[in-house]
């Protein structure tokens, strides 16, 4: 049976727990999954460096500032998941 534990709170974006994670994933597929969602914000960042700001510049950096937060949120989340499950099959 899937036991399914919330993330930690920087990665709901509200006052309760909507976002969960499934306890018994292999470490292997928690730390995919960080990997993907730090992939993603290096991509943000990457085309943040290489955009020339205007005007309107501050609303996009807001906007891609704002996915950055939640994506590093969710792969801190997983990779604490990943450790916890490590340790878990370590100690038998």
Known sequence: MRNFQPLESGSQG?????????ATASLNQLMDAADWRLGAVRDLLDVLACSNLDDHAHLAV???????LLLTDDAAALYAAARKAHQVHREG
């Open 14 to 22: 509200c006052a309760g727990p909507v976002l969960f994670l499934d």
């Open 62 to 68: 807001a906007g891609v500032s704002r996915a950055v």
